[in-house]
């Protein structure tokens, strides 16, 4: 399932990495812990979370995540966008919650690794 696919699925809003909406993703992480996300979640994951500031991005670049879902009505702050637009990081962004979001995930077929 491509990040383009995903979004239209639940219905999120692009905010950044529109030219990266095409890659595919190969399972799903969720946390607010960084420093879990960079020891758990896999390369080409797509990345749960309520976090909105630049580490984010980061941590993203660190681990070779395809994409973030910043859940719970969460804006990213200015300097995460500035930095996620710079490595074409995707970042979408859902009023509904991190539970919610896992939850339709795993009903497309996104699982955890």
């Not at 491509?2 to 905010?15: F, H, N, P, Y």
């Not at 996620?84 to 795993?106: K, M």
């Amino acid at each position: 399932m491509t990040v383009q696919e995903i979004a239209d699925a639940l219905s999120l809003t692009v905010v950044s990495g529109q030219s990266n909406l095409n890659k595919k993703i190969s399972g799903g992480y969720t946390s607010d812990l960084l420093s879990n996300v960079m020891g758990q979640a896999q390369a080409g994951n797509v990345w749960v979370t309520m976090q909105g500031h630049q580490n984010i991005v980061a941590v993203a670049l660190l681990v070779g995540l395809t994409a973030i879902i910043v859940a719970g009505g969460v804006e990213p702050d200015e300097d995460a966008l500035r930095k996620a637009s710079t490595e074409e990081i995707v970042i979408l962004t859902t009023p509904l919650t991190a539970y919610e979001v896992v939850g339709r995930l795993y009903q497309l077929g996104i699982k955890g690794e």
